[in-house]
């Protein structure tokens, strides 16, 4: 095969920095490579560099890219400008910022095919060949009406209207849930199988990589470190970097240990429900609820840790929120020890949110922010050895949170948290924002705290992978509900709900095993107007007429095994 | 002499030493020293400083007020003048005291008019001062020079003390109406929605048109005119800072319903840590870089405004010397003809050097504090 796109020895420099150096590779037409690498290693950077449309900051120092036998840097702007959607075509992470609001999708893929051909009124076509059902209607609605995974597949349709042959996907299903994930991968493989197009595909997921790519290239620090046959990167990557990737990955990481006399409850949730109303007009009349929380049911032992796994607007961050109390809860009752929590001090339950950057007051030193729990709480403390405790230095104190790195970041975090000897932590997403070393040093610290500590976690998160190695218990999410639940081995290895089986099976693997069974078709609902019966219903492979009438009771199959679903009635 | 302290001064002074302790505390913050290097990296940031520097220092010695004592009579105990002086004026004595007849034009060494000569027949007769007056002289021969720099002191603290006024109520509404939410923030949105709504001179002309009538009815509060014009200039500023906390306090309200979902707030609320502790310790801090850019900005806004309210007859006392009455006093002078364009000049020069060094100090600052524009 002759090569349709050929880098040799690209080097891009922001400032005096080399960010990208010299890197080489070649892609061939229906071909897919995935440059793979963490956040920061310069792959993004390098997919601009081959549109030319690095950021003024960024400059291109030297090397030469040819694509189909034409040398891209030396093109002057006018024919790069029609290369670029013609030749070739991008797609980018964030899906909600990539089109423009103001405009309907039918008109923008126009906008695209206008300058290609001069030919109108294929966007209806080009959104049924993205998947996107009822494309007349969508064709004519605004990016506001359309679920995250329409979005994307709206940008995929975009940049097939000028029919390129070489298409950059930059992250495409990184802001997506895995269900979604799932259905954009599928799509994209599909119609390069069908268009023969070239794919060069940006990921920081090895289980993306190795479902898609026929090569694969690892980047670190700018350099291009391994390239290599998909097949046998997975069998043995053979630069160390690579083989450190593999370590962090939380499929290779141990099992958390068991914890012995575990009949010990210590939370309890009972029939939490949080309501936010929807209020419309002059009179700010309610008009409907969004049933963000809808009757959920917990129990965590010490010691233990649960996790809550849905996907995202599932109601799981607003139900660690309200179990703390930083929403009230509409309804239901939380318990600690037997006590009602908020007759409670708030040390004994702590949070450790998401972003590492919005969760340290900017304007703070580290020792404010980590003292701020303990001299609210009124409890003395050593700073120094609650950050020695997390694995910084104890004269980080006096630093400012902008100093440091994310993962260091969510150490200080997890450190103010243990400020004042809670017993039980939430975690929300604490890892979701991190690159997977980091991620597996920071689930390595959770344990040891846990191990040392006897804390318990409830832990929040979207990413069922990480789950197996964290959590004794587990619970999914549904649309406010529960719908399954219990211990590591009998939700995640003998999953009876349709919607665990297909949360798991959406799972990019990195022995590219997945997407064998159950794909989920659609998005999941809106909370504001829940289907009727079994709210998974309309997207479940599984449907029965009972499960549009009413919502499935609890089925209880073992001691700590419970799902909702009509095929176990 | 007897020093007076006008309370124009004393809010000066106050101003001054609080913008100096300031500058001591942001020196001992790191992250504020940086910013603040990022500005005097710029070098049109440095010459806009040096400008404003020398404005601020004019505006300074101009508010060392004091009445001269009068030659001491035998057996008496002594007396002092009405008038009230300030250091400037001293350092100005030649400048202040060599006053012509009438108009002269810059440099000049005849008057601007022609006048019946003793020996007959008109001509333009000499001035008393010929060649010293820089931007010549207005209608009642005051240096149009002495006039300008006198100006500065009334420009400067209109600019600055109506901020000072308005700021503790935009930031303290704004604060409240984005933390607490609700019904509190309906009635402080619905209170500068009506403000705003009044047309911004309109309510300015009713408000010095009553506190004029006050001062007027009230003649034995004031010890001396100089006390008077300075109540009214004070009262302007009032009113200005009235109408114009708004549009800070909406910015603020906004950013605060931002930073109240940030995940630090939530970690605050999380210990137990009371909404008073969280909007000092975490929302304001997080706030000052929009309160010192709109500080910044706004200056140079308040001394067009005082221009043009001076301009419309509802500014500050018409004995103040200030550039919207120098303008006010230019309309006239410009329809005679041979036209009568110093004054006006003058004027124009000197408020355009404040205003576009402030602004492109505003720049810098918003360059070196905004994190967005990073």
């Keep these: 095969m002759s090569a349709l796109l050929d880098v040799r020895d690209l080097s891009v420099a922001i400032g005096g920095r080399r960010v990208v150096e010299g890197v080489s590779f070649g892609l061939a037409a229906g071909e897919t490579f995935a440059l793979l690498g963490e956040s920061g290693c310069g792959k993004s950077l390098t997919a601009l560099a081959l549109m030319r449309l690095l950021p003024p900051v960024a400059r291109i120092e030297r090397g030469n890219v040819e694509f189909d036998g034409r040398e891209l840097f030396a093109l002057p702007e006018s024919k790069m400008r029609s290369l670029r959607g013609g030749g070739m075509a991008m797609i980018f992470q964030e899906p909600a910022t990539s089109l423009n609001p103001v405009m309907t999708i039918g008109e923008q893929i126009d906008e695209v095919i206008r300058l290609r051909d001069g030919k109108e009124g294929r966007a209806v076509e080009l959104l049924e060949a993205v998947g996107i059902p009822d494309a007349e209607r969508r064709a004519g609605e605004f990016p506001f009406q359309l679920s995250g995974g329409m979005k994307q597949r709206a940008m995929i349709a975009m940049a097939l209207a000028g029919e390129p042959r070489l298409l950059i996907a930059d992250e495409p299903t990184t802001a997506l849930d895995v269900t979604i994930q799932a259905q954009v991968l599928d799509l994209l493989k599909d119609l390069q199988r069908r268009r023969g197009m070239a794919l060069l595909l940006i990921t920081h997921d090895l289980g993306v990589a190795a479902r898609m790519a026929d090569r694969v290239g690892v980047m670190h620090a700018g350099q291009l470190v391994e390239v290599s046959d998909t097949k046998q990167f997975f069998r043995g990557p053979a630069h160390p970097y690579s083989r450190r990737l593999f370590a962090s990955l939380p499929e290779n990481l141990a099992k958390p240990p068991e914890v012995g006399g575990e009949a010990k409850e210590f939370l309890a949730v009972q029939d939490l429900t949080v309501h936010f109303p929807i209020r419309r007009g002059l009179l700010r009349r309610t008009v409907g609820q969004v049933r963000a929380v809808d009757g959920v049911s917990l129990k965590v032992s010490r010691g233990r840790t649960l996790a809550i796994v849905g996907e995202s607007g599932c109601g799981k961050t607003t139900a660690g929120k309200a179990i703390l109390q930083l929403i009230t809860p509409t309804a239901g009752r939380v318990s600690l020890d037997g006590r009602d929590l908020d007759e409670l001090a708030p040390r004994d339950v702590q949070m450790v949110f998401q972003d590492p950057f919005g969760s340290l007051n900017p304007r703070l030193r580290i020792g404010q922010i980590i003292a701020e729990g303990m001299t609210a709480q009124g409890i003395e403390g050593d700073i120094g050895a609650l950050l020695e405790q997390v694995g910084l230095d104890a004269d980080m104190a006096s630093r400012y949170p902008h100093e440091f790195s994310g993962g260091q970041r969510q150490r200080i975090a997890i450190a103010r948290a243990l400020a004042v000897d809670p017993r039980l932590l939430i975690c929300d997403e604490p890892t979701s924002a991190l690159d997977v070393s980091v991620q597996a040093q920071i689930i390595a610290l959770l344990r040891d705290l846990q191990a040392r500590r006897g804390l318990a976690y409830l832990f929040i998160t979207h990413n069922i992978s990480v789950v197996d190695y964290l959590a004794h218990d587990v619970a999914v999410m549904y649309l406010g509900r529960i719908v399954e639940q219990g211990n590591v081995d009998e939700v995640l290895r003998g999953a009876k709900h349709p919607y665990t089986q297909a949360l798991l099976a959406a799972v990019p693997r990195i022995d590219g095993t997945s997407g064998e069974c159950l794909l989920v078709p659609g998005d999941p609902p809106s909370p504001a107007r829940p289907p009727s019966g079994c709210h998974f219903h309309p997207r479940c492979p599984r449907v029965m007429d009972r499960c549009r009438a009413g919502y499935p009771g609890a089925v209880t199959l073992s001691a700590t095994h419970r799902l909702h679903c009509h095929l176990y009635t | ?374």
């Design chain 2, 1 to 374: 002499m007897m020093p007076v302290i006008l309370w124009s001064d004393a809010l000066f002074f106050l101003l001054i030493a609080v913008t100096l302790g300031g500058a001591g505390w942001a020196r001992r913050h790191e992250h504020l020293r940086a910013s603040w290097a990022m500005v005097w990296a710029s070098r049109r940031a440095r010459a806009a400083a040096a400008v404003l520097a020398v404005f601020f220092a004019i505006g300074f010695v101009d508010s060392l007020h004091y009445r001269p004592q009068l030659p001491v009579e035998a057996g008496k105990p002594p007396a002092y003048s009405v008038e009230v002086l300030s250091a400037l004026d001293a350092l100005l004595t030649p400048l202040r005291t060599h006053t012509e007849k009438t108009y002269s034009a810059p440099l000049a060494t005849h008057s601007f008019a022609k006048e019946t000569q003793e020996a007959g027949g008109r001509d333009f007769p000499p001035l008393k001062y010929p060649g010293t007056h820089l931007f010549g002289t207005d209608k009642v021969g005051q240096d149009v020079l002495y006039l300008t720099l006198k100006s500065i002191r009334t420009g400067l603290l209109i600019g600055t003390l109506t901020t000072l006024i308005m700021l503790p109520a935009a930031v303290l509404l704004g604060i409240v109406a984005g933390y607490v939410g609700g019904w509190v923030d309906d009635v402080i949105q619905y209170l500068y929605t009506t403000l705003n709504s009044i047309p911004g001179v309109l309510l300015i002309a009713a408000a010095v048109l009553m506190m004029q009538v006050v001062i007027d009815t009230h003649p034995d509060w004031f010890a001396t005119a100089a006390e008077r014009a300075d109540a009214r200039l004070l009262a302007l500023c009032a009113i200005l800072g009235i109408t114009s906390w708004t549009g800070l306090c909406r910015l603020l309200r906004g950013e605060t319903l931002k930073l109240r979902e940030m995940e630090y707030v939530q970690a605050a609320r999380a210990f137990g840590v009371g909404p008073l502790a969280i909007m000092l310790r975490h929302i304001l801090p997080n706030l000052m870089h929009i309160v010192l850019i709109a500080l910044v900005m706004d200056f140079s806004g308040l001394v067009l405004a005082e221009a043009v309210l001076s301009y419309v007859g509802i500014g500050v006392d018409p004995n103040t010397i200030s550039f919207g009455t120098m303008i006010n006093a230019a309309r006239l002078e410009l329809a005679r003809e041979p036209m009568v364009w110093w004054s006006l000049a003058a004027a124009f020069v000197f408020m355009f050097a404040l205003v576009l060094a402030a602004n492109l100090f505003a720049d810098a600052v918003r360059d070196a504090f905004d994190p967005r524009a990073a």
